[in-house]
Protein backbone atom coordinates (compact mmCIF):
# COMPACT_ATOMS: atom_id res chain seq x y z
CA UNK A 1 0.00 0.00 0.00
CA UNK A 2 1.16 3.52 -0.80
CA UNK A 3 -0.27 6.94 -0.58
CA UNK A 4 -2.18 6.43 -4.20
CA UNK A 5 -4.01 3.53 -2.70
CA UNK A 6 -7.69 3.78 -2.36
CA UNK A 7 -9.88 3.90 0.99
CA UNK A 8 -11.10 0.66 -0.24
CA UNK A 9 -8.31 -0.70 -0.57
CA UNK A 10 -6.64 -0.12 2.60
CA UNK A 11 -9.80 -0.99 3.94
CA UNK A 12 -9.60 -4.05 2.54
CA UNK A 13 -6.08 -5.16 3.56
CA UNK A 14 -6.68 -3.88 7.24
CA UNK A 15 -10.01 -6.20 7.55
CA UNK A 16 -7.21 -9.05 6.70
CA UNK A 17 -5.35 -8.07 10.45
CA UNK A 18 -7.17 -9.41 13.37
CA UNK A 19 -7.57 -6.32 16.23
CA UNK A 20 -5.04 -7.38 19.05
CA UNK A 21 -4.33 -5.95 22.34
CA UNK A 22 -1.24 -4.48 23.91
CA UNK A 23 -0.66 -8.18 25.79
CA UNK A 24 -1.15 -9.89 21.84
CA UNK A 25 1.29 -7.49 21.14
CA UNK A 26 4.30 -8.30 23.50
CA UNK A 27 5.99 -11.25 21.30
CA UNK A 28 5.92 -9.10 17.99
CA UNK A 29 7.29 -5.92 19.98
CA UNK A 30 10.12 -7.49 21.61
CA UNK A 31 11.27 -9.41 18.47
CA UNK A 32 11.15 -6.22 16.78
CA UNK A 33 13.61 -4.98 19.04
CA UNK A 34 15.81 -8.35 18.38
CA UNK A 35 15.15 -9.16 14.74
CA UNK A 36 14.79 -6.75 11.86
CA UNK A 37 11.72 -5.92 9.84
CA UNK A 38 9.33 -8.53 12.60
CA UNK A 39 6.85 -5.23 12.51
CA UNK A 40 8.53 -2.35 10.69
CA UNK A 41 9.92 -1.95 7.10
CA UNK A 42 12.62 -0.13 8.13
CA UNK A 43 14.95 0.41 11.19
CA UNK A 44 13.35 2.20 14.01
CA UNK A 45 15.27 5.39 15.14
CA UNK A 46 15.12 4.06 18.52
CA UNK A 47 12.26 2.30 20.77
CA UNK A 48 10.71 3.65 23.91
CA UNK A 49 8.99 1.97 26.93
CA UNK A 50 5.72 2.42 27.31
CA UNK A 51 4.80 3.61 31.39
CA UNK A 52 1.25 2.93 31.92
CA UNK A 53 1.44 -0.79 31.05
CA UNK A 54 2.11 -3.70 33.62
CA UNK A 55 4.96 -4.90 31.87
CA UNK A 56 6.54 -2.03 29.80
CA UNK A 57 6.83 -3.15 26.46
CA UNK A 58 9.23 -1.32 23.41
CA UNK A 59 7.80 0.56 21.06
CA UNK A 60 9.22 1.00 17.80
CA UNK A 61 9.94 5.01 16.78
CA UNK A 62 10.56 4.98 12.96
CA UNK A 63 10.96 8.26 11.11
CA UNK A 64 7.18 7.94 9.76
CA UNK A 65 5.84 7.38 13.37
CA UNK A 66 7.85 10.55 14.27
CA UNK A 67 6.20 12.61 11.32
CA UNK A 68 2.53 11.00 12.27
CA UNK A 69 3.32 12.79 16.00
CA UNK A 70 4.73 15.92 14.86
CA UNK A 71 1.87 16.69 12.59
CA UNK A 72 -0.55 16.56 15.56
CA UNK A 73 2.37 18.41 18.03
CA UNK A 74 2.21 21.17 15.30
CA UNK A 75 -1.42 21.95 15.05
CA UNK A 76 -1.78 21.82 18.56
CA UNK A 77 0.50 24.72 19.31
CA UNK A 78 -0.66 26.63 15.90
CA UNK A 79 -4.36 26.38 18.21
CA UNK A 80 -1.88 27.13 20.82
CA UNK A 81 -0.45 30.09 18.90
CA UNK A 82 -3.90 31.46 17.38
CA UNK A 83 -5.45 31.50 20.72
CA UNK A 84 -2.50 33.70 22.67
CA UNK A 85 0.42 34.64 20.94
CA UNK A 86 2.07 35.24 24.35
CA UNK A 87 2.45 31.56 24.81
CA UNK A 88 4.88 31.65 22.94
CA UNK A 89 6.75 34.74 24.22
CA UNK A 90 9.03 33.09 27.07
CA UNK A 91 10.76 29.65 27.27
CA UNK A 92 8.62 26.96 27.52
CA UNK A 93 8.85 23.96 29.91
CA UNK A 94 8.10 20.24 28.48
CA UNK A 95 8.90 16.89 30.31
CA UNK A 96 8.23 14.05 27.75
CA UNK A 97 10.47 11.38 28.61
CA UNK A 98 12.35 9.87 32.05
CA UNK A 99 15.35 11.42 32.25
CA UNK A 100 16.63 9.66 35.11
CA UNK A 101 16.55 6.34 32.97
CA UNK A 102 20.13 5.46 31.20
CA UNK A 103 20.31 4.88 27.61
CA UNK A 104 20.54 1.07 26.69
CA UNK A 105 20.84 -0.65 23.77
CA UNK A 106 18.50 -3.69 22.32
CA UNK A 107 20.89 -6.55 20.75
CA UNK A 108 20.35 -5.06 17.35
CA UNK A 109 22.24 -1.70 18.64
CA UNK A 110 19.32 0.61 18.75
CA UNK A 111 19.08 3.17 21.50
CA UNK A 112 16.02 2.91 24.19
CA UNK A 113 14.90 5.89 25.28
CA UNK A 114 15.50 9.33 23.45
CA UNK A 115 16.72 12.80 24.18
CA UNK A 116 13.59 14.66 24.22
CA UNK A 117 14.37 16.58 21.19
CA UNK A 118 14.41 13.07 19.67
CA UNK A 119 10.42 13.15 19.67
CA UNK A 120 9.95 15.98 17.96
CA UNK A 121 10.47 16.98 14.00
CA UNK A 122 13.02 19.58 13.00
CA UNK A 123 9.82 22.07 12.53
CA UNK A 124 8.85 22.41 15.98
CA UNK A 125 11.84 22.00 17.29
CA UNK A 126 12.66 25.33 15.78
CA UNK A 127 9.20 26.54 17.34
CA UNK A 128 9.61 25.68 20.93
CA UNK A 129 12.81 26.88 23.41
CA UNK A 130 13.22 24.84 26.21
CA UNK A 131 13.78 26.05 30.01
CA UNK A 132 15.19 22.79 30.97
CA UNK A 133 17.43 20.57 28.57
CA UNK A 134 17.98 17.18 30.47
CA UNK A 135 19.38 13.95 28.54
CA UNK A 136 18.48 10.22 30.49
CA UNK A 137 21.07 9.39 32.65
CA UNK A 138 21.89 12.92 33.25
CA UNK A 139 20.83 13.02 36.67
CA UNK A 140 22.38 11.30 39.24
CA UNK A 141 19.08 10.42 41.57
CA UNK A 142 15.68 12.28 41.94
CA UNK A 143 16.62 15.37 43.99
CA UNK A 144 19.47 15.98 41.41
CA UNK A 145 16.60 16.10 39.07
CA UNK A 146 14.22 17.78 40.97
CA UNK A 147 16.78 20.61 42.08
CA UNK A 148 18.39 20.74 38.56
CA UNK A 149 14.54 21.34 37.36
CA UNK A 150 13.78 23.96 39.63
CA UNK A 151 16.96 25.53 39.37
CA UNK A 152 16.62 26.00 35.69
CA UNK A 153 12.84 27.14 35.80
CA UNK A 154 13.72 29.58 38.41
CA UNK A 155 16.15 31.56 35.97
CA UNK A 156 13.64 31.21 33.57
CA UNK A 157 11.65 34.54 34.69
CA UNK A 158 10.02 34.85 31.60
CA UNK A 159 8.73 31.21 31.39
CA UNK A 160 5.64 31.20 29.43
CA UNK A 161 4.23 27.56 29.30
CA UNK A 162 4.60 24.45 31.24
CA UNK A 163 4.05 20.78 30.06
CA UNK A 164 3.77 18.00 31.54
CA UNK A 165 1.73 14.37 31.41
CA UNK A 166 0.27 13.57 34.96
CA UNK A 167 -0.99 16.41 37.77
CA UNK A 168 0.90 13.91 40.17
CA UNK A 169 4.45 15.05 38.49
CA UNK A 170 3.26 19.05 39.00
CA UNK A 171 2.09 18.36 42.46
CA UNK A 172 5.54 16.66 43.30
CA UNK A 173 7.59 19.23 41.63
CA UNK A 174 5.79 21.99 43.49
CA UNK A 175 6.23 20.16 46.63
CA UNK A 176 10.01 19.86 46.34
CA UNK A 177 9.81 23.80 45.03
CA UNK A 178 8.76 24.47 48.56
CA UNK A 179 11.19 22.42 50.65
CA UNK A 180 14.40 23.36 48.50
CA UNK A 181 13.35 26.78 48.17
CA UNK A 182 16.11 28.39 51.30
CA UNK A 183 18.61 26.68 49.60
CA UNK A 184 17.53 26.86 45.61
CA UNK A 185 19.96 29.43 43.14
CA UNK A 186 17.67 32.54 42.93
CA UNK A 187 17.97 35.60 40.90
CA UNK A 188 16.86 38.64 42.78
CA UNK A 189 13.92 39.38 41.23
CA UNK A 190 12.44 36.34 42.84
CA UNK A 191 10.77 36.68 45.79
CA UNK A 192 12.23 35.65 49.06
CA UNK A 193 8.45 34.09 49.56
CA UNK A 194 5.82 33.21 47.70
CA UNK A 195 2.10 31.19 47.98
CA UNK A 196 1.83 30.33 44.48
CA UNK A 197 3.47 29.87 41.02
CA UNK A 198 2.66 33.02 39.32
CA UNK A 199 4.31 34.96 41.87
CA UNK A 200 7.18 32.84 40.57
CA UNK A 201 6.41 33.30 37.13
CA UNK A 202 4.32 36.43 36.33
CA UNK A 203 4.59 35.33 32.79
CA UNK A 204 3.44 31.89 32.66
CA UNK A 205 0.35 31.68 30.08
CA UNK A 206 -0.66 28.15 30.61
CA UNK A 207 -0.25 25.05 32.41
CA UNK A 208 -1.01 21.62 30.22
CA UNK A 209 -1.58 18.66 31.48
CA UNK A 210 -3.90 15.37 31.80
CA UNK A 211 -7.32 16.58 33.17
CA UNK A 212 -9.43 13.71 32.44
CA UNK A 213 -10.73 10.47 34.19
CA UNK A 214 -9.13 9.84 37.62
CA UNK A 215 -6.53 12.94 36.87
CA UNK A 216 -9.39 14.99 37.15
CA UNK A 217 -8.70 14.46 41.02
CA UNK A 218 -6.09 16.36 41.29
CA UNK A 219 -7.19 19.59 39.51
CA UNK A 220 -8.37 21.50 42.57
CA UNK A 221 -4.85 20.84 43.87
CA UNK A 222 -2.64 22.00 40.91
CA UNK A 223 -5.10 25.17 40.33
CA UNK A 224 -4.38 25.93 45.01
CA UNK A 225 -1.14 25.51 43.86
CA UNK A 226 -0.49 27.62 40.66
CA UNK A 227 -2.45 30.28 41.23
CA UNK A 228 -4.23 32.18 38.60
CA UNK A 229 -2.94 30.14 35.22
CA UNK A 230 -5.04 28.74 32.77
CA UNK A 231 -5.12 24.83 33.15
CA UNK A 232 -5.52 23.35 29.62
CA UNK A 233 -6.83 19.49 29.53
CA UNK A 234 -3.93 17.76 27.25
CA UNK A 235 -5.22 15.28 24.61
CA UNK A 236 -5.01 11.57 24.91
CA UNK A 237 -1.29 10.49 24.03
CA UNK A 238 0.06 7.78 24.66
CA UNK A 239 4.28 5.83 23.75
CA UNK A 240 1.88 4.37 20.84
CA UNK A 241 0.86 7.10 19.57
CA UNK A 242 -1.66 10.61 19.48
CA UNK A 243 -5.03 10.19 19.72
CA UNK A 244 -6.57 14.22 20.32
CA UNK A 245 -4.96 17.14 20.48
CA UNK A 246 -6.60 20.50 22.24
CA UNK A 247 -7.99 22.96 19.67
CA UNK A 248 -10.71 24.96 21.54
CA UNK A 249 -10.78 25.96 25.15
CA UNK A 250 -14.20 25.41 25.16
CA UNK A 251 -14.10 21.70 23.64
CA UNK A 252 -12.97 18.58 24.72
CA UNK A 253 -9.93 17.77 21.64
CA UNK A 254 -10.48 16.48 18.92
CA UNK A 255 -8.99 13.14 17.08
CA UNK A 256 -5.45 13.72 15.28
CA UNK A 257 -7.46 12.17 12.07
CA UNK A 258 -4.25 13.11 10.27
CA UNK A 259 -1.71 11.43 12.06
CA UNK A 260 -2.62 7.87 12.20
CA UNK A 261 -5.54 5.86 10.74
CA UNK A 262 -8.67 4.95 13.67
CA UNK A 263 -10.92 2.81 14.32
CA UNK A 264 -13.29 2.77 17.13
CA UNK A 265 -14.79 -0.38 18.68
CA UNK A 266 -17.39 -1.27 21.32
CA UNK A 267 -20.11 -3.73 22.04
CA UNK A 268 -22.12 -2.78 18.76
CA UNK A 269 -19.04 -3.15 16.84
CA UNK A 270 -16.03 -1.53 14.64
CA UNK A 271 -16.21 2.02 13.74
CA UNK A 272 -14.24 4.03 11.29
CA UNK A 273 -13.98 7.71 12.37
CA UNK A 274 -16.65 9.17 10.22
CA UNK A 275 -19.27 6.41 12.09
CA UNK A 276 -18.98 8.09 15.29
CA UNK A 277 -22.16 9.22 17.14
CA UNK A 278 -22.14 11.70 20.07
CA UNK A 279 -22.79 9.55 23.47
CA UNK A 280 -21.49 6.68 22.39
CA UNK A 281 -18.71 5.19 24.22
CA UNK A 282 -15.30 3.51 22.22
CA UNK A 283 -11.86 1.76 22.73
CA UNK A 284 -9.57 3.38 20.35
CA UNK A 285 -7.99 0.95 17.43
CA UNK A 286 -4.87 2.69 16.24
CA UNK A 287 -3.01 1.92 12.48
CA UNK A 288 0.26 3.80 12.79
CA UNK A 289 3.73 4.08 11.09
CA UNK A 290 5.33 2.56 13.84
CA UNK A 291 4.54 -1.19 13.19
CA UNK A 292 1.42 -1.37 15.03
CA UNK A 293 -1.26 -2.86 12.70
CA UNK A 294 -4.82 -2.21 14.44
CA UNK A 295 -3.60 -1.84 17.92
CA UNK A 296 -6.39 -2.15 21.01
CA UNK A 297 -4.94 0.60 22.87
CA UNK A 298 -7.30 -0.67 26.20
CA UNK A 299 -8.12 3.84 26.07
CA UNK A 300 -12.13 4.20 26.47
CA UNK A 301 -13.16 7.76 25.46
CA UNK A 302 -16.79 8.89 25.03
CA UNK A 303 -17.50 11.50 21.49
CA UNK A 304 -19.13 14.84 23.09
CA UNK A 305 -18.94 16.42 20.45
CA UNK A 306 -17.81 17.18 16.94
CA UNK A 307 -15.37 20.49 15.27
CA UNK A 308 -16.12 20.69 11.46
CA UNK A 309 -16.93 17.17 11.48
CA UNK A 310 -14.37 15.59 13.52
CA UNK A 311 -15.57 14.19 16.45
CA UNK A 312 -14.16 15.66 19.90
CA UNK A 313 -13.69 13.24 22.50
CA UNK A 314 -13.26 12.72 26.35
CA UNK A 315 -10.57 10.26 28.05
CA UNK A 316 -12.85 7.97 30.60
CA UNK A 317 -10.05 5.34 31.60
CA UNK A 318 -8.57 1.99 30.72
CA UNK A 319 -9.97 -1.31 29.83
CA UNK A 320 -7.83 -3.87 30.59
CA UNK A 321 -5.15 -2.38 33.77
CA UNK A 322 -5.55 -0.02 36.96
CA UNK A 323 -4.38 3.29 35.48
CA UNK A 324 -4.57 6.23 38.20
CA UNK A 325 -3.91 9.26 36.48
CA UNK A 326 -1.72 7.55 33.26
CA UNK A 327 2.19 6.91 34.63
Aim: proline share 6%.
Amino acid sequence: LDETSTPERLLGALRQVPIRSATEYEPWLADEAETPHILCAKTPDFFEETSGSVRPKLIPYTRELRREMDIAIGVWMNALYAQDKSIFQGPLYFSLSPTLKARKLTARGIPIGANDEDYLGAATRILLRYALTGRPGSFRSPEDFFRKTLEQLIAAKTLSMVSVWSPTFLISLDARLREMWADLKKPSSVPARFETWDEIWPNLKMISMWTDASAAAFVPQVRSITGNIPVQGKGLLATEGITSIPILHDMDPVIAYRSHFFEFKNERGVFRLDQLQAGESYEVILTTGGGLVRYATGDIVTVTGFMRRVPAIRFKGRNRFSDLVGE
